[in-house]
């Protein structure tokens, strides 16, 4: 039974309706002091995560981030609930808090295999951040592989690709589905092939490599994704992959960079790229995305990043700070404008990066 809500509380659930983006926002993540009223308001934020505004979206993404185990009990309860639109939208908020909501796997796991479309999807679309959790669920995924909906299958390649080694079992599924599917599907599978590891009677280094000619961006592009998640296993595809970090025509330079980051484990040269191509407008934002996931082995690229701090396009600094955040940068230099843009920055959504990187940093 959900707690009487605080005045408080009951103000930011009646701020959530604003025709006013900015006050929406500053709703949402404003919950994040008040996880004890979490059952009063969690159906109300989730309702957020539909938003039309990204920023709205991306804010209540945090919210439920940051309150994590505080909203399980509420969201089991929606998705207990008879209609369907509660269940899709329990599976949204457990997406959104990620492997704290582990206790609900169990119940997500009794969807995947229903009668009804939709809830197998939407269960299978809460599961992919829970990484190893799904493990004991793991048989329960071979039949999504080959749902009528692509975008079940879709759901159940990336949530394998969080599982690893763990789903090894479904590795002939996983082949079929590389023949027989669609562009999306099929290039799916060759990442969570690349997830899974190596195969004792499949060569997939060698079935993710040829991949890597052929005509469509998306199969090029996640075969890339996974030869790097084979890691050093993949030695053998690494002269395409450089090949791949500067050929315009392919058009995959970012991910063919960090690809042989993961399979040398050599982070200059990859490093390199990605800061070249921040002059090239199509790649900008995903050779920043990848110098982050690249963490501390992005570390040269440090004084880089701290002169984007300047520049006067909010995704491009937002970007900046999440790498500065991932590669531990201490620069003092840094961490202070972080801090400035955190307290003065116009813009609400980057103050809030910028105040997630400070604690981040160890600086809040």
Known sequence: MATKPSPDVEKLIEQLRSQNTLERIEAAVQFVNYPEHASSFVESLGLQLHDPSLEVREAAKFAFADLGEACVESTRSLLKRDDSKSFVLGCEIVRAIGPPAKALLPLLAEHLNSEDAGRRKAAVYAMMPMGELVTPYVDQLAPL??????????????????????????????????????????????????????????????????????????????????????????????????????????????????????????????????????????????????????????????????????????????????????IRCGSLEAIETIRSISENEPDLMLRIVARRALVQLGQD
Request: charged letters at 25%.
């Open 145 to 326: 592989l080959k749902d009528d909906d692509f975008n079940t299958q879709i759901f159940s390649c990336r949530t394998i690709i969080g599982m690893r080694e763990h789903a090894r079992p479904l590795a002939s599924h996983l082949l079929q589905l590389a023949e027989t599917g669609n562009v999306s599907t099929r290039s799916y599978a060759y990442w969570a092939l690349g997830a899974i590891g190596p195969l004792d009677d499949v060569d997939v280094v060698e079935l993710l490599t040829s991949k890597l000619d052929t005509f469509l961006h998306p199969e090029k592009q996640r075969a890339l994704k996974g030869l790097a998640l084979l890691g050093p296993h993949a030695a053998a595809a690494t002269d395409r992959i450089r090949q791949l970090t500067t050929d315009e025509d392919a058009n995959v330079e970012p991910d063919a960079a960090f690809a042989l980051w993961k399979v040398t484990g050599e982070a200059q040269p990859s490093v390199d790229v990605l800061v070249s191509l921040y002059d090239h407008p199509v790649h900008q934002i995903a050779s920043l995305e990848l110098l982050a996931e690249m963490g501390e082995a992005a570390k040269p690229a440090e004084s880089f990043l701290i002169g984007l701090l300047q520049v006067p396009d909010e995704s491009i600094r937002e970007q900046a700070i999440k790498c500065l955040a991932n």
